[in-house]
């Protein structure tokens, strides 16, 4: 039964630059699959991971940032819970219920590193790049989750919901 699921509590990053591009990160896993066991092949998606066990949303927002780009608290301006969704998937692997939270955070460097990502991370990890919104849409890539474009433009715009929206993060691509 799925509500048996291993439970992976994460918090990704919509993080702003001051061109108003979105970092998304780029990952080759063949080892995180849709729940039925395919692989779309090379992803991207905004940045963020799994929260530790007792930290709270901004504790694990504030670690990812610097895990994933060497960027700190102070290099950016943190704004707003804005979205959250689940859904099963194979994760690394494993079959786990994943429940994602999406923070708005800004900054006015375009400059990151990968040299602090995990070890695992590493692993599938290739790069990040700046997205322009005209960029997602046009992309013959994979982005994750697939709704960016549709929920996207309120968030650059600074139009945040007045309470974290429910997104569907089970969306698959239209393309194999």
Same mark, same amino acid.
């Given at each position: 039964?799925?509500?048996?699921?291993?439970?992976?509590?994460?918090?990704?990053?919509?993080?702003?630059?001051?061109?108003?591009?979105?970092?998304?990160?780029?990952?080759?896993?063949?080892?995180?699959?849709?729940?039925?066991?395919?692989?779309?092949?090379?992803?991207?998606?905004?940045?963020?991971?799994?929260?530790?066990?007792? =930290?709270?949303?901004?504790? @694990?927002?504030?670690?990812?940032? +610097? !895990? *994933?780009?060497?960027?700190? #608290? $102070?290099?950016?301006? /943190?704004?707003?819970?804005?979205?959250?969704?689940?859904?099963?998937?194979?994760?690394?692997?494993?079959?786990?219920?994943?429940?994602?939270?999406?923070?708005?955070?800004?900054? =006015?460097?375009?400059?990151? @590193?990968?040299?602090?990502?995990? +070890? !695992? *991370?590493?692993?599938?990890? #290739? $790069?990040?790049?700046? /997205?322009?919104?005209?960029?997602?849409?046009?992309?013959?890539?994979?982005?994750?989750?697939?709704?960016?474009?549709?929920?996207?433009?309120?968030?650059?715009?600074?139009?945040?919901?007045?309470?974290?929206?429910?997104?569907?993060?089970?969306? +698959?691509?239209?393309?194999?």
């Amino acid at each position: 039964m799925s509500s048996e699921l291993p439970i992976h509590n994460s918090v990704r990053l919509l993080l702003i630059n001051d061109q108003n591009k979105l970092l998304l990160m780029c990952a080759d896993d063949p080892t995180t699959t849709t729940k039925e066991g395919v692989y779309y092949g090379k992803f991207w998606f905004p940045i963020g991971g799994e929260s530790e066990p007792g =930290e709270q949303l901004m504790e @694990t927002a504030i670690r990812e940032l +610097k !895990e *994933e780009t060497g960027l700190e #608290e $102070k290099d950016v301006i /943190f704004g707003p819970q804005v979205w959250f969704g689940e859904f099963d998937m194979v994760l690394s692997g494993k079959m786990k219920r994943l429940k994602q939270k999406f923070v708005v955070a800004y900054t =006015e460097t375009s400059d990151t @590193t990968l040299e602090y990502l995990t +070890k !695992e *991370e590493q692993k599938v990890i #290739e $790069k990040t790049a700046w /997205f322009t919104l005209d960029d997602i849409k046009q992309s013959t890539e994979i982005i994750y989750p697939v709704v960016l474009p549709d929920y996207l433009p309120d968030i650059l715009n600074r139009n945040y919901p007045q309470e974290p929206i429910w997104i569907d993060l089970a969306k +698959k691509p239209n393309y194999s």
